[in-house]
């Protein structure tokens, strides 16, 4: 059910979930002043309570607030890149925060989205925390017709139109005195460390447990089982509209093999087109090169054809 930003904060006052549009996908909010409506955000996805969400702020200085320190270049990442796609990592005043919020951590994950709705609805109800507004394992949801599917047409969705980036935000973590890249997102590595002067580190997935707990579970996968090439070829292929195929008989388009923006636009509608047309098995087009936001893209592809 499509509501305004005036009922989404009635529904918040009676504890609540609602679906809110964000630039990168859409989120399944609640105030992070009602652990009860957050319960019912856990459930709702049926995800761990071992993962945390991300608190959604209405700017740097609500934010600072909940922080036991300040680690070095807040300013000049919030500065630079907030509101945006950029979610950082932050130790926390733990008696500030719903342990169930924070996954019992003694950090919390914050960033304030650039949606203009969603800025505006902070102006009136923050802080919101918001995973997104998908089930868990499943795809995340870039359109309000996505949310309708997965939650039901009588879910309470603030709609904001179809979500422009189409990925999730980039997350950085400051660990052992340092910025790294904890989850690939909407802005690259590269872009990051322009600002920065030097690039965050990625984090050495193979030897440690993820800086994310959520990067431990199942992750944006359709039904369909994806095959994942350099080199593909067969009858149903999720692909580049600027490239031929031999044997194909249906194309699943990404957009253009040199528009990266456009692809991470149309990655989770394809996903989840390919379950709309009941399609059991796809070959993915991962002939792609290994920099900015094609590294996002190449992650979410791999994880979506992980079972
Ligand atoms: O673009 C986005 O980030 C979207 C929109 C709705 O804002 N949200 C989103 O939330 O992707 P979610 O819940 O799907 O992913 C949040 C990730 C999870 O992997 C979670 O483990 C991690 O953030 N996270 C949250 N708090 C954390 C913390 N204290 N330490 C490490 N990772 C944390
Ligand atoms: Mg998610």
Known sequence: MRISVEEAIKLFERDEVVAIPTE???GLAAPLDSPSAIEKVFQLKNRPSSNP????????EECRKYLSSIP???????D???????TLVLPVKIELITKIARADLSTAAFRQPAHPVTLALLQKKSPLVAPSANISGKPSATRPEHIELDFGKEFPLVDGGRCTHGVESTILAFVEGQWHIAREGAISCETLGASLGYLP???DKKNKS??????LFRHYAPKAHLLLSKEPSGSIIVGFSDRIYPEMKQLFSLGRSDNPEEVAFRLYDVLRALDAAQVEEAIVDIHMPHNDLWITILERLTRAANR
């Open 24 to 26: 990168t996908v859409y």
């Open 53 to 60: 969400l991300i608190i959604h702020v209405k700017d740097k």
């Open 72 to 78: 070095p270049d807040f300013d000049l990442l919030t």
């Open 80 to 86: 630079t890149f907030w509101p945006g796609p950029l």
């Open 201 to 203: 580190l990625a984090y």
């Open 210 to 215: 993820p800086i994310c707990p959520g990067q």
